[in-house]
C-alpha cells in the first residue's frame, strides 16, 4: 500500500537518510531519486526508497488552482 | 503537517461538494473508476461516497496488489516455502491469502520460514545474514514496487549475493485499464488514476489510454480535497466531451515520471504476458526477469510443478476488482467472509474492496 504522507529527510548519509514520517523517523534508500536530496526536503517515500523529491513551488501551484475552485464554490454559495 | 493539513481542510471539501451538488441532476451516471487500493481507502475513510451526488458512481477496480495476484501465482508461493533451506520474504499483506489449499500464514504454523518486510534491501540483507539458505522475495506490486525490487536484485549482483532470488509476479496499470474498457460491460467515464504508480511512470503513461479510448484520466493524490479536486476535472471533461490526462497530483508526480527508475525498470525486467484475477491473461501487462538477470529469478532456481488452482466456489473476487459486482452483492460478504476469516483477497489486504466495505459501509 502506498504511504501517502510525505516523508521529511532529517539525515543523509551516502545513498541512504533518515525520514521523518508524522512522529516515526525510517531509513529510506536514496537510490531510485533522480533528484538530489537535502535536508529539510520532503520526500515520498515507497517501501523504504524515496521515489519523489517535492517541488515546492509545484505543491504551492497545484494548491492554489485547488483553492481557487474550492473559494469559487463557497463564492457562489453566497452570492 | 507540510503538504497534508492543508489538503484535509473540511470547509473547502464541503463546498466542493456543495458545487457538484449544484451541477445535477444529469440525465444518466458519471462512472468514475479509482485504480488504486490507496484510493479506495482513502475514499471510505474520508466517507465522501454518501456525499457526493447520487449521479457520481465511484467504483473500486483492480487497484489492490494482493487482490489482482493470480491463485496460481499464490499456490506458487506457498510451494516455494514448502522448499527445504527457503526462507519466503514478502510484504504483509500477502501472508494471509488463501490458496486453493493453504496460505502462508497457515504454513508458517507448520514450520515454514516466512518473514514479512518493511522493503526489498531488507530481504536482501536476511539473504546475507542466512548464507545457507535460499531467500526467495515475492515480487507482488505495481510499477512503484517493481524499481525497488529490481534495485535489490542489481545490488545482490553488486555484492554477490547468489542465496537470494525473486518470484516476479508484478503487475502493469495501464494493461489493465485497456483491458477494462474492452471488455465493454463497464462503462466508464473516466479514471481517478494512481498517485504513486504515476509517480515512477509519469502522467504521460495514460496518454495512449485517453487517445486510444478516448476516457478522460486524471492522476490524484491521496488527500480527501485532492480526489474532489480530481472528481470536479472529470466530470468537466466528461461533460465537455474532451479527453485528456491532467496531473492534479502535480507535488508528487512529473509528467514524464521518475526516469531513473523506469531505466532501472527496463534494465531488470522486460514486459511478460501476465494473468490477473477477475481479469484473466492481459498481453505484456507482467514484467519477467530479464535473461542476463536469471540467476535471481526464482522461477528458474527452482523447478516448480504445474498446480491445479482451486477458488473458493462463491468467492466474487475477479467481479469486484472488475467493478462489475459491489462486495454486498457477493453471497459471502460478511457471512462467512469477513477479515478475520477471508475467502478471497479482497478482503483479506487492507487496501482490498470487500475490505474496505467491511471497515467502513457496512
Excluded at chain 1, 517515500?45 to 523529491?53: E, R, T
Excluded at chain 2, 507540510?2 to 458545487?19: G, H, M, V
Excluded at chain 2, 490526462?245 to 527508475?261: D, F, M, P, S, T
Excluded at chain 2, 534494465?267 to 530479464?290: H, Q
Amino acid at each position: 500500500m502506498c504511504l501517502a504522507i510525505p516523508a521529511e529527510v532529517v539525515q543523509i548519509e551516502d545513498e541512504m537518510a533518515t525520514v521523518r514520517i508524522g512522529d516515526a523517523l525510517r531509513k529510506t534508500s536514496l537510490i531510485l531519486l533522480p533528484d538530489k536530496a537535502e535536508l529539510g526536503d520532503y520526500v515520498i517515500v515507497h517501501a523504504g526508497f524515496a521515489i519523489h523529491k517535492i517541488d515546492p513551488e509545484e505543491a504551492a501551484e497545484s494548491l492554489r488552482l485547488l483553492r481557487e475552485l474550492a473559494s469559487f464554490a463557497s463564492e457562489e454559495d453566497h452570492g | 503537517m507540510e503538504y497534508l493539513d492543508e489538503y484535509r481542510d473540511p470547509e473547502a471539501a464541503k463546498s466542493l461538494i456543495e458545487t457538484l451538488h449544484r451541477r445535477s441532476p444529469f440525465d444518466r451516471q458519471i462512472r468514475l473508476m479509482e485504480i488504486c487500493g490507496t484510493h479506495t481507502v482513502a475514499i471510505f475513510r474520508s466517507g465522501m461516497r454518501q456525499l457526493l451526488p447520487d449521479w457520481i458512481r465511484l467504483i473500486s477496480g483492480p487497484g489492490c496488489p494482493v487482490c489482482v495476484t493470480a491463485s496460481e501465482d499464490i499456490d506458487r508461493s506457498i510451494w516455494l516455502s514448502r522448499q527445504p533451506e527457503v526462507i519466503i520474504t514478502t510484504f504483509g499483506d500477502l501472508v494471509r491469502v488463501p490458496g486453493s489449499s493453504s496460505s502462508l500464514h497457515r504454513e508458517r504454523s507448520r514450520g515454514a520460514d516466512v518473514r514479512v518486510v518493511y522493503a526489498t534491501l531488507d530481504a536482501l540483507r536476511i539473504a546475507e545474514e542466512n548464507p545457507s539458505k535460499q531467500v526467495v522475495f515475492l515480487g507482488i506490486g505495481f510499477e512503484t514496487t517493481a524499481p525497488t525490487v529490481a534495485a535489490a536484485i542489481r545490488q545482490a549482483a553488486a555484492q554477490g549475493v547468489d542465496n537470494f532470488s525473486v518470484f516476479s509476479a508484478h503487475k502493469l496499470l495501464p494493461p489493465a485499464m485497456r483491458a477494462l474498457l474492452d471488455s465493454k460491460d463497464l462503462n466508464l467515464d473516466g479514471f481517478i488514476c494512481p498517485g504513486h504508480v504515476s509517480t515512477i511512470i509519469g502522467a504521460a503513461a495514460y496518454e495512449e489510454v485517453v487517445s486510444r479510448y478516448h476516457i478522460p484520466c486524471v492522476v490524484t493524490g491521496f488527500e480527501p480535497l485532492d480526489i474532489l479536486h480530481s472528481i470536479h476535472l472529470l466530470v468537466d471533461m466528461v461533460l465537455k466531451r474532451e479527453a485528456k490526462v491532467i496531473n492534479q497530483y502535480r507535488r508528487a508526480v512529473k509528467w514524464e515520471g521518475n526516469l531513473a527508475a523506469q531505466r532501472l525498470i527496463d534494465e531488470i525486467f522486460e514486459p511478460a504476458d501476465a494473468t490477473w484475477r477477475g481479469l484473466g491473461m492481459i498481453p505484456g501487462s507482467g514484467l519477467k526477469i530479464r535473461e542476463k538477470w536469471s540467476t535471481f529469478d526464482a522461477v528458474k532456481r527452482f523447478a516448480m510443478p504445474v498446480i491445479e488452482v482451486k477458488e473458493h466456489p462463491g468467492c466474487k473476487c475477479g467481479e469486484v476488482l472488475r467493478g462489475v459486482m459491489t462486495p454486498p452483492e457477493c453471497g459471502l460478504f460478511r457471512k462467512v467472509c469477513t477479515p478475520g476469516d477471508p475467502k478471497g483477497p479482497c478482503m483479506v489486504s487492507s487496501e482490498g474492496t470487500c475490505g474496505a466495505y467491511y471497515r467502513y459501509q457496512g
